[in-house]
Nanobody
Framework: QVQLVESGRGLVQAGGSLRLSCAAS????????MRWYRQAPGKEREFVAS????????VYSDSVKDRFTISRDNAKNTVYLQMNSLKPEDTAVYYC?????????????WGQGTQVIVSS
């Protein structure tokens, strides 16, 4: 069982910054990648950013590219999402997702979500 715990929820004005964290714990032998998704009220969950654990390569959605930065701390099994130049349309519940190996099987786990509200 792999648990993901997100933190960093908050209310911020447009143009401001916020950093989210997601820590993985439990019984696993490796992490392949970690991702951030978000879900705004009345909308489907959408991909935000991902990072591969072995080489740190990153992918961003077009809507957050050049404003958000995903990073990782391998020693802490933690992924971060630094969000700058926030816009009201970034308001959503942000979810952390991780996949990897939990011998003898694999896992694909989700966090409980953390609320981000950006006021105009």
């Amino acid at each position: 069982q792999v648990q993901l715990v997100e933190s960093g929820r908050g209310l911020v004005q447009a143009g401001g910054s916020l950093r989210l964290s997601c820590a993985a714990s439990g019984r696993f032998t490796s992490i392949y990648s970690m991702r951030w998704y978000r879900q705004a009220p009345g909308k489907e969950r959408e991909f935000v950013a991902s990072i591969k654990w072995n080489d740190g390569s990153r992918v961003y959605s077009d809507s957050v590219k050049d404003r958000f930065t995903i990073s990782r701390d391998n020693a802490k099994n933690t992924v971060y999402l630094q969000m700058n130049s926030l816009k009201p349309e970034d308001t959503a519940v942000y979810y952390c997702n991780a996949d990897g190996r939990s011998w003898p099987t694999s896992y694909d786990s989700w966090g409980q979500g953390t609320q981000v509200i950006v006021s105009s």
